[in-house]
């Protein structure tokens, strides 16, 4: 714990208040009463352990801040204006809210420095905190304590906490004992709808302690207190919940305490008293040089530390290979690897399932590199994400490479985009395509702020079969590609699945989602040079002469195509079939290029899922396609293929139409 | 309690477990652990206390039984089986997870009777059962115990328990003090991975204790503990929980206690020894005569107390009432109620966010239903969803129209699914559209079910400002227009807000979700006639003359499409605007119709949202879009819209390209 000035600190806090408010008043909109209210927390927070330094907002070893509480954004500007940010001139929170600003209605990754998630869709930060706070110990794990030794702190309200993948995140935490993480909750009692009476009852310091973390609780308000609890939770070894008893909006005489200060600005008659209430003269947008430079103290203290740990990574005989743990993934090294296994697939020919194509995949992927970290939310043996070697982390062990994150989608998926974030792994996890429906809105937020992780979403059509319709994906794969920044691959067979594995490893700032057959798929290729995924789409046979029709499918679909054309052909139909294992990539190709794989004939397209996302793109009007309208049924797998007609037979008299119907 | 027969009742548990593995094997694939483990208890749960009537399946004051864990829906159908379900013979046992059989993977509702919600995603179950409880409780303050009076049991594993969603149901179930909801928990320590020690720690006893649940532990094998603890359970005011601590497949004796017997067949040679090690000499399928009485007599019970209750109904003041709160709501009357509404806009022509617009529409609605039930995600006063004299529902009194869902947009939606499954009640409630991520696997379960829930969406696009790109929609309605059996509403006006409420609560067996703005929107309609709404895509303005272009617009875009008519107009072109509110309900009409409303000329299509789902419907190759190609942005409303090009300027500018292009 730093020394401290007690005056100064209490000046630095309102000097927040006074900023939120005054932002969010020149905004016409924002949210003053979380950074009013927990800007005392804030305060000691920064002032007394903090260590960051804002001229090197990608050291490795910084602490890193979250505001879960995405909507108290003004919080984090306000203090990143005054420890100094470079691209956090008072100008930008002048424009707070406003079009081209750095200083976003929520906390935006990458559109300020500091910034170590996006927040605003409530539970996330927290949730994403608890991958930063496993991979800060993985990394530990790995490379020391000279090189690797920093807090993760998560500032988060009462929304967090009832949102539900709070639980998967405080659940996880708690098992892996992530006692680096520390978690300060603005228990404020204040919800938008009224006080949090109106809509839970839950204990939450019990709740927390249910689930192995050291918890505590301090007045708010009370700095000596809340750094006192701050280094308490520091010494436990379990993961620290300190439930800060605030009043919202702290500081604004006649609104503080009500949900009316909650989402809206306090307005010009409210802020001139609360500027008298908090003892302060200065303009809007103006501050004292003594509270700045009590800030910039928190600044030169991190780059102190900085300086040391520079020196430290300079010296240590791991340089090189924390350096190239830290640097994107060695593309060319992993080309050639991925190229060596495809050229092994094209000659052995296996009939697999994706799924199982994609481990062996990773069998390559993680020999190959370093940083990559598996996992499953539970389902290790039917995701096959697990390669040989691959050991658990534990709470007592974190040199392990596979994750079992539990029966959480939601909070997996959210901790794999922390991991990425804190930077060192690339994680990479898995479960069932159905319930991506779950872990939607993390993989929504890690293609916003554009964060490479890969989904491994197996069992991905009702291919599975007998469990249903409740497990098979008939919609999801459609609305993941509705996504943007997200690519979606749905691979045909061995090859296409490890090009799609490759693909997804080296695109630096896109998430991927790879659906995967539960089935058995034969090789569909016999070249082994070019990734061909990386068109998107590709014409993987062609007819002899000009095309009577282009069959178009993805997945486990591309092979009833092929039977479809051979059919076809027996009756004398030139039909030629394209592979589409990805419309993200193909879609990005130029219109004529994309024109020549499909061709003028008739075309249809082939995939066990809805229709939607295929016209404009590969269907026109009077195409056709094979696929599904509804939801699915619990059936073995041949059964539901010939019950929804999505057959070759079916196909192929499909195409003859088309052909009779064109002519 | 009922009395019992102990030796009996061993056999009716052995009973389920047989029936269990049998099915299992026959179908080659399924989920014996679960119905063997929980095999004790459940036969304690239904010998001793639940009260229902397999002849009378919808007997609206019948105990509901959920098996959350739904991957063990054997224990289900071999539970109704020897009820005397007349929809589940033996047959049926025999033919699980077979194409048409009642008997799916996992128990759909509407597939057989008695399976009171589909389970299977984890954590729905025990979320939905929530909503039941809730409902039990509302109709019982309405009509009291004479007519109302039962209970909701759960059997949950620990995937339900790990999953987010169980937080907001036990968070929210707690604070309503759900005392007639009782959940069983299948403690074998056993996930699909290995044991639950490799992903959980949490002491769930005081996890639930911490939400206000009375919790309990039993050995899920002793059968009288069991009953003991279901009876404490039932004299407790708040809702229980009681941990059954049991063996997994228990009976299989070399693979009981062990994930191996989580979901596959046991294979002959175990089930050669279980029958052994169980007693069991009879063939599969076959059952003795005692033990098939056993379970008539639970049927017997079950049929008395209806006769008794219906006895009460009929002697009752508050038939008439009951008998019309659990019809289909009075769809003539609310008609006459929304056209007079709809006559008064009309007149009035206010210019109001359609978030406002539903609530005035719910003004009319919640005067002339009795029994919509009306609830937000804590965004009460930005979703518009209470009206005027709505009183909440609380734990001390259930006689309330409105909930206070808290912070949990999952949690709502499953709980609405729930009320509605109940009967008696109508659910709607409110979130941000973008949002829908968090609560879509309920979204999704309800559409599956074809369940009638309102999800009152607001917020619907960049529309919404500062906010920024976490909270603006971009893809979400894409993503629910993908769900099969679902109404995406995007009204243009408080006309078709209006027409949409009607045509969602009128809809018997799917669930609505309606988008609604922030900002306001003038009334564009002038007729006051017939509901266009339900057409799905309707001409709002025609040309004199043939066509120049037409543009098809929803929601807050269609005002532009008119704005954009009006400069083409003085530009000399025609431009006819379709307003466009349902997807589904315009692809529901003869194509003809469709191609009468859209004409042959040039069309573009104007929503603040991607394109994806326009093609093919509305589109054709060559056809422009006026939209969104990636995620939002912080800034005010307006500038968002100049920034993204979707203006009338933009789109009259596209309209004169694609109209020289054509010519």
Same mark, same amino acid.
Request: proline residues 5%; hydrophobic residues 50%.
């Given at each position: 714990m730093a020394s401290v000035h007690p005056d100064?600190? *209490?000046?630095?806090?309102?000097?927040?208040?006074?900023l939120a408010m005054d932002a969010v008043e020149a905004a016409k909109s924002g949210h003053p009463g979380a950074p009013m209210g927990m800007a005392d927390v804030a305060a000691v927070l920064f002032n007394r352990f903090i260590r960051i330094d804002p001229a090197d907002d990608k050291w490795p070893d910084r602490d890193r801040f979250v505001m879960s509480a995405g909507h108290g954004s003004m919080l984090v500007y306000a203090i990143h204006h005054m420890l100094g940010y470079d691209d956090m001139p008072m100008d930008q929170l002048r424009a707070f809210r406003q079009l081209g600003s750095r200083t976003a209605g929520h906390p935006e990754y990458g559109h300020a420095k500091g910034i170590e998630t996006t927040t605003g869709p409530l539970g996330q930060g927290i949730s994403t905190a608890v991958g930063m706070a496993l991979a800060e110990r993985m990394m530990n794990a790995r490379f020391g304590d000279d090189l690797v030794d920093h807090w993760t702190y998560v500032i988060c309200g009462d929304g967090c906490l009832m949102e539900g993948i709070s639980h998967e995140a405080i659940d996880f935490a708690g098992h892996q004992r992530l006692g680096r993480l520390i978690v300060l909750w603005d228990d404020n009692r204040i919800t938008i709808d009224g006080g949090t009476e109106l809509s839970t009852s839950t204990d939450q310091q019990a709740r927390f302690a249910a689930s192995g973390w050291h918890v505590q609780a301090v007045d708010g308000h009370d700095r000596d207190s809340v750094a006192r609890a701050i280094q308490a939770a520091r010494e436990d070894e379990r993961p620290s919940m300190i439930a800060c008893r605030t009043v919202i909006g702290f500081g604004a005489p006649n609104k503080q305490g009500s949900h009316d200060v909650h989402g809206a600005p306090l307005g010009a008659a409210e802020i001139a008293a609360a500027r008298e209430h908090l003892g302060w003269s200065h303009e809007p947008f103006v501050l004292p040089d003594d509270i700045l430079g009590s800030w910039r103290n928190v600044a030169a203290r991190g780059a102190a530390a900085r300086a040391a740990w520079q020196e430290r990574l300079t010296n240590s005989p791991l340089t090189a290979e924390f350096s190239a743990m830290l640097a994107a993934p060695d593309a060319a090294r992993l080309r050639e690897a991925i190229a060596t296994h495809v050229a092994a697939l094209a000659a052995d020919r296996p009939k697999v399932a994706t799924r199982k194509s994609s481990e062996m995949a990773l069998e390559v992927v993680n020999a190959t590199l370093p940083n990559t970290v598996g996992g499953s939310a539970d389902l290790t043996g039917s995701n096959n994400t697990r390669t040989k070697g691959m050991t658990a982390v534990t709470d007592?062990?974190?040199s392990g490479r596979y994750i079992h994150y539990g029966?959480?989608?939601?909070?997996m998926a959210a901790a794999m985009n922390g991991i990425?974030?804190?930077g060192g792994l690339i994680p990479y996890g898995g479960t069932f395509l159905a319930f991506s429906d779950y872990s939607r809105p993390a993989i929504r937020l890690g293609a916003l702020m554009g964060v490479p992780v890969v989904h491994v979403m197996t069992h991905d059509s009702i291919g599975l079969g007998e469990d249903g319709p409740t497990h098979q994906p008939v919609e999801q794969v459609a609305a993941l590609r509705a996504i943007p920044?997200?690519?979606?691959?749905?691979?045909?067979? *061995?090859?296409?699945t490890a090009e799609a594995w490759e693909i997804a490893l080296t695109a630096p700032h896109t998430p991927s989602v790879l659906c995967l057959s539960r089935q058995n798929l034969p090789t569909l290729r016999a070249d082994a040079g070019e990734n061909l995924t990386r068109q998107g789409a590709y014409t993987l046979r062609e007819t002899d002469g000009p095309r009577d029709v282009t069959l178009i499918a993805t997945g486990s679909e591309v092979e009833i195509a092929l039977a479809a054309a051979d059919l076809l052909?027996?009756?004398?139909v030139r039909a030629a079939v394209v592979s589409a294992p990805s419309f993200e990539l193909f879609v990005a190709r130029p219109a004529p290029e994309r024109e020549a794989v499909l061709g003028? *004939?008739?075309r249809i397209g082939i995939e066990a899922l809805i229709r939607q996302g295929w016209d404009g793109l590969f269907l026109r009007p009077g195409d056709g396609f094979i696929g599904m309208t509804g939801f699915g049924a619990s059936a073995p797998a041949p059964d539901l293929y010939r019950h929804f007609g999505i057959t070759a037979e079916?196909? *192929?008299e499909l195409a003859n139409q088309l052909i009779r119907g064109g002519k």
């Open positions: 100064l600190e *209490a000046q630095m806090a309102t000097a927040i208040r006074v007592v062990d974190r029966i959480r989608e939601h909070g990425a974030l804190h920044n997200l690519l979606v691959f749905r691979p045909a067979d *061995a090859i296409e052909a027996a009756q004398g003028q *004939a008739p079916a196909t *192929a």
